[in-house]
């Protein structure tokens, strides 16, 4: 797995992004889902049992951050999940999770 060092600042707001969409479990449902092949917001919203309005929140949040891409076929829109968005969400986990040579707590207090 190749994991990239991390530069804190802004470039750790796309990461915050994508944890607080993850932050949710009907989106987690959502992405449970969509984990099977793209998925329209009205077979979304019969088997989670939820109303259009929410449906439509939460896929603006997944769509927004990046996790999930939406595709417009005719008057519907498909989702699907973006594995590169899934996979950068995990290696930044992994990195600052495990041992490296220029963690924060190596880091010389001036």
Known sequence: MLLTKIVWGDCVER???L???LADSSRLQIL???SCGPMCACEI???LD???PTISHHMKILTSSGLVDVKKDGKWMNYSINKDS???I???ITYITNPKDDCICKRMIK
């Open 15 to 17: 990461e915050v992004e």
């Open 19 to 21: 944890l607080k969409a």
């Open 32 to 34: 449970d889902m969509l």
């Open 45 to 47: 919203m019969k088997r």
């Open 50 to 52: 939820l109303t259009q």
């Open 86 to 88: 899934v996979n950068e």
């Open 90 to 92: 995990i290696n930044y």
